[in-house]
């Protein structure tokens, strides 16, 4: 359903940034997938995504931490495909700590990627989209970006900014086939929340199995995780012709964490 079309996909060497990048492929989209991490390995995910779906895969490694790296990034992809017409912001990163002890450094780190670096991208994207009276923004905010949790005060902070971007980019761009949607996982498997198993067992005084009991499925009235394949097959559905009314959202995958 997406055949031809070219996609990037921010933060896809791991996690819900490589489910997207899987579904998007699969359904037939050029990729360029971004992150950090062991270039071999990267290559391996680049090779094996472009041998699966056969559809052609570039990996850019520029760090979104700054607007000039994103630009790189969005540059990189016009050059090599001629277009972008999915973008997904999904890099991210965490650090839970309560307010008086949360880092400065932190705090302005969180902001940079998890919400500045949405803005820059797709800043870069949406004239071009506009003119072509197709494209999808897709942005991966998180249940935190509906509801707060104690001890993540920048993620919950840039996460609500981040669902208030994406519907005013979402009213600009209503009339010219160009939709921007949020995606709110709540707890999925992935190496950030495997990270944060040991800080929330810091902040909280307990045990690691108790933090995943207690903490994280805590708030998941299924109590299971979500997966990064349902994440991806959500944002290829948004991503597809079926999507075109749907906009302006913020879609909880949260086992109905946000229904509380
Ligand atoms: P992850 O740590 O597995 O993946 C993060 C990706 O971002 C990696 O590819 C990493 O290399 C990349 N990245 C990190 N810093 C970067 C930088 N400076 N520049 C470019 N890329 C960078 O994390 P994940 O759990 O897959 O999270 C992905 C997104 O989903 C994040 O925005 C996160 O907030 C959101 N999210 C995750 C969950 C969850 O439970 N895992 C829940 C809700 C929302």
């Known amino acids: 359903a997406l055949v031809g079309k070219v996609a990037v996909v921010t933060g896809s060497t791991s996690g819900i940034g490589l489910g997207v990048a899987r579904a998007l492929a699969k359904a037939g989209a050029r990729l360029v997938i971004n992150g950090l991490g062991e270039a071999k390995e990267i290559d391996k995910t680049r090779r094996r995504l472009a041998e699966q ?3 052609d895969v570039r990996y ?7 607007s000039a790296g ?3 990034l ?13 973008l997904v912001n999904n890099a991210g990163i965490q650090h839970v700590a309560p307010v008086e002890e949360f880092p400065g450094d932190k705090w302005d780190a969180i902001l940079a990627l998890n919400l500045s670096a949405a803005f820059h991208a797709t800043r870069l994207v949406l004239g071009a989209m506009k003119e072509n009276g197709y494209g999808r923004i897709i942005n991966i905010a998180s249940a935190h970006g509906l509801v707060a949790s104690p001890f993540k005060a920048a993620y919950v902070a840039a996460k609500h900014g981040l669902i208030g971007f994406t519907k005013t980019v979402a009213l600009e761009a209503a009339e010219f086939g160009v939709t921007a949607n949020a995606i709110c996982p709540g707890y999925v498997w992935t ?4 990270r944060q198993i040991d800080e929330q067992a810091a902040a909280h005084g307990i045990p690691r199995d108790q933090v995943v009991r207690d903490v994280l499925l805590a708030q998941q009235p299924n109590k299971r995780f979500a997966t990064v394949e349902e994440i ?21 995958v949260d086992g109905g964490w946000t229904a509380h």
Request: aromatic share 6%; glycine share 10%.
């Open 70 to 72: 994103v630009a790189r």
């Open 74 to 86: 969005i540059d990189g992809a016009v050059n090599a495909f001629g277009q972008v017409d999915i």
């Open 53 to 55: 779906f056969r559809v």
């Open 232 to 252: 991806g097959a959500l944002a290829a559905f948004l991503a597809s012709a079926n999507g075109a009314s749907i906009t302006g959202t913020a879609l909880p």
């Open 191 to 194: 190496p950030l929340v495997e």
């Open 60 to 66: 850019d490694n520029s760090n979104l931490m700054e």
